[in-house]
């Protein structure tokens, strides 16, 4: 019987990426656009918020285990050997305005690692201990390359800025809007329908995907954080009705006043440029090419989910950056090249604006209760 030939990882070289056309001046006219539509919010809320995921539902306390005995191509970077990280995470909502839960949209796990030693990627930030992990229950991003992202963020900023209130509240999820209502304003063929609404399933029991991929030392992969205890594996796929504002928040809190969960962190490693490219972020990566593979798990205790001193801490003082990170694992592709000027600009203009400091926590115990 034949040996199995072992899978043929994409090694990670300066090849892996390709610089796109025009692509610092369609960077630029998007953080432009962006910073024009936070300012606009600004107004509207006198309070500065982040220009994507702005609503938190839910800020948590917990601990990444990483598997001992990982195989040589998952023992990379930070997961090179076994340890315990202490860990913070945020669940929100992917618009970049507070809008009520009662509406559809995309949903966002930020996971703050705490204790990552080596320098990181940002050259101001090159000696603090935090490695981010920014994720969102779905696979691809429509816009999944700058030219896409750019002519969606200028599109969403004319609505935004210029159309009817009714239609800004009809916006679901970035570049999604309900087709009826644009064509009452006049501008559906200037703003195409991307994707459907997204379903209203429960928070706490979906898989959150990187979106794009990330370098994971030697090699390209996306990161996902996978439901693993009984309680939370339970919840996946089950349709929540949600009837108040804050009905997301709502789920979050009454769960974990009594219970904890535990997740799983899963790294799917690239095996073909051209089935799985880095430059196209709105191409799924086929799993029966290269499944998830197991990294560690993260441990989330039972907590006070969102209290007042914690829902200020996370909206206002920390700051999730896929680019707080290792170089190890650098987001790649243009969609994420883009995010480097665009999450320092939303972040600098949001802790001015409410005169709060920009730090990254050092100890777990900064999270308040």
Same mark, same amino acid.
């Given at each position: 019987m034949p040996a199995t030939i072992p899978t043929q990882y994409v090694r990670f070289d300066s090849g892996v990426e390709e610089i796109q056309p025009n692509e610092q001046e369609l960077t630029n006219e998007t953080v432009e656009s962006m910073a024009r539509v936070n300012r606009f919010m600004f107004e509207k809320h006198r309070h500065a918020i982040r220009d994507a995921h702005a609503k938190s539902h839910g800020v948590l306390r917990g601990e990444l285990h990483i598997?001992?005995?990982?195989?040589?191509?998952?023992?990379?970077?930070?997961?090179?050997?076994?340890?315990?990280?202490?860990?913070?995470?945020?669940?929100?909502?992917?618009?970049?305005?507070?809008?009520?839960?009662?509406?559809?949209?995309?949903?966002?796990?930020?996971?703050?690692?705490?204790?990552?030693?080596?320098?990181?990627?940002?050259?101001?930030?090159?000696?603090? =201990? &935090?490695?981010?992990?920014?994720? *969102? $229950?779905?696979?691809?991003?429509?816009? #999944?390359?700058? +030219?896409?992202?750019?002519?969606?963020?200028?599109?969403?900023?004319?609505?935004?800025?210029?159309?009817?209130?009714?239609?800004?509240?009809? =916006? &679901?999820?970035?570049?999604?809007? *309900? $087709?009826?209502?644009?064509?009452?304003? #006049?501008?559906? +063929?200037?703003?195409?329908?991307?994707?459907?609404?997204?379903?209203?399933?429960?928070?706490?029991?979906?898989?959150?995907?990187?979106?794009?991929?990330?370098?994971?030392?030697?090699? *390209?992969?996306k990161i996902s954080v996978v439901p693993l205890s009984a309680n939370v594996q339970a919840l996946a796929g089950e349709q929540v009705k949600i009837t108040e504002p804050a009905g997301w928040r709502d789920v979050v809190v009454d769960f974990f006043r009594t219970q904890g969960a535990e997740y799983e962190l899963r790294a799917q490693l690239c095996t073909d440029l051209k089935t799985m490219p880095v430059e196209d972020a709105s191409v799924d990566w086929p799993q029966d090419q290269s499944p998830y593979q197991p990294l560690g798990k993260i441990v989330i205790p039972a907590q006070d989910a969102f209290s007042p001193a914690r829902r200020v801490f996370a909206d206002d003082v920390l700051s999730f950056n896929p680019f707080h990170c290792l170089p190890e694992h650098l987001p790649l592709g243009s969609i994420n090249r883009a995010r480097i000027k665009a999450y320092e600009t939303s972040t600098a203009y949001r802790h001015r604006m409410n005169a709060q400091p920009r730090r990254e926590p050092r100890d777990i115990n900064e999270l308040p209760d």
């Open positions: 598997y001992p005995n990982l195989p040589a191509h998952l023992a990379q970077g930070m997961f090179r050997e076994p340890r315990v990280y202490p860990v913070i995470l945020r669940l929100s909502s992917a618009p970049g305005s507070i809008d009520p839960d009662t509406q559809s949209a995309v949903k966002g796990l930020a996971v703050k690692i705490i204790g990552v030693e080596g320098k990181k990627f940002l050259p101001d930030q090159a000696d603090e =201990i &935090t490695q981010d992990f920014l994720m *969102v $229950n779905d696979t691809i991003i429509p816009t #999944g390359d700058i +030219k896409s992202y750019h002519d969606m963020q200028l599109r969403q900023e004319k609505v935004f800025l210029h159309a009817p209130e009714v239609v800004t509240k009809l =916006i &679901t999820e970035a570049g999604t809007l *309900v $087709n009826s209502a644009l064509d009452a304003v #006049g501008i559906k +063929k200037e703003i195409p329908l991307v994707v459907p609404p997204h379903p209203n399933n429960h928070i706490l029991g979906e898989t959150y995907t990187t979106l794009g991929s990330i370098r994971f030392g030697d090699y *390209v992969s």
